[in-house]
């Protein structure tokens, strides 16, 4: 039997794998293990993301394996914590492919390591999902077996830019990012795309995640008269660092960009709950809950599966774990699909893809388009209305 799609999105009580995946169960013993790949900056300043990743793979790799695996396969995740360096990423990436033989790779999830990745695995015809938004890290050409279940920085770019300008409607900006590959490369991006739309970029910075004082960024963005501050960074250190500056500078200015901006990290770093006021994080219509507190019913069925497991969800966003559960069973139905676990089997059924229904969001993709996000998904979230990993939308949405 196939892997049940309906199952996992509409199944009521009981396992999520058993709703999901009710697969023929040859003998285990004689079916090698599907083995998944997965690069995972599990520490260093930019674990926030990957902790959440790890909680939706071990969530439906578990399911997946109780119901009796993939065609008989029970999946092996493979974890390799590369620290958020690249050099790590790729000793990992050679290590996963030419010695533990992964069938699949599932990240990194920091586009600085991606970067370093990527051609790596083309060259091997390694099958790689990931959630990293750098523009390059998708060429269908060039990696034709690379795959993006998340948006692209562009995407999450334009959400961001529309949010300052026509909603806070503002004209001065003051962009900053961090010294990572991806740091560098989004802001770029960011204040080439604001300028080109007419606003005054009056301060832009990259700075060393680790720095202590903010202070000197903040007093130079505050005196080029900024009216918003665009992040761009999945440290939530360096964040909490930011809004801690504002707060003891007394000046009220918003807060706007990347993800992370919304992390339940940073309650626990911050230095006092008013310090979280006015951030506004990108954020996604399937994580966003309505004036009555109410998600999309597909949505809350997860929520309410992962609290049944007793899965941690306040100290993190919904949409990691959701990606790391979609990737899992991307793969996992790609096997099934294709019979075999074979990288040119699953890199052929990925490519017949419109509209998967993820948790995360429903993918779509094509032998020429890699980019399976849908950009009408995306909205701006207020940052510290967090539950359960969901959040409100932020001002000015209806």
Known sequence: MSISRRGILLGGAGALGAA?????????????????????????????????FNRGVVFATDAINAAGGVKGRKIEIITRDTQGDPTKAVNATQELISQAKVNAIWGPVNSGEAL???????????????PCVVETLIDPTKFPNAFR???SNSQWDDAVRNYCLNVLKVKKVAVIGD?????????????AAFKKDGADVVYQANIDATQPDMT??????????????VVWSVSTGMEARMFNTRAAMNWDVSFVGHPSLASGELAGLIEKPANWAKVYA???KSCSYDSAGKLPAKSQDLVDRLTKANVPLNDTLLWWIAGGIDAV??????????????????????????????????????PTQH????????????ARSAKNGTFALAPGYS
Not at 179 to 191: K, W
Not at 340 to 359: F, H, M, R, V
């Open 371 to 382: 980019n399976g996000y849908p950009t009408e998904e995306i909205v701006m979230s207020e």
């Open 20 to 52: 999901t995946f009710p697969l023929a169960r040859p003998a285990i013993a004689q079916s090698e293990p599907l083995k998944i790949g997965w690069l995972a900056a599990m520490t260093g300043p930019s674990s926030a993301p990957t902790i959440g």
């Open 329 to 366: 069973e991307l793969i996992a139905k790609g096997v099934e699909e294709s019979g075999s676990t074979a990288s040119e089997g699953i890199i052929k059924y990925w490519n017949t893809l419109s509209k998967y229904p993820g948790y995360f969001g429903n993918y779509s993709f094509s």
């Open 282 to 284: 990108v954020g996604y």
């Open 179 to 191: 010294t990572t590959g991806y740091g560098v490369t989004a802001v770029g991006a960011s204040v």
């Open 216 to 229: 000197p960024d903040m007093l130079r963005a505050k005196n080029a008269g900024a009216e918003v501050i």
């Open 116 to 130: 370093a990745t990527t051609p790596i695995m083309a060259r091997a015809k390694i099958p790689d999902l990931h």
């Open 149 to 151: 279940i998340a948006p």
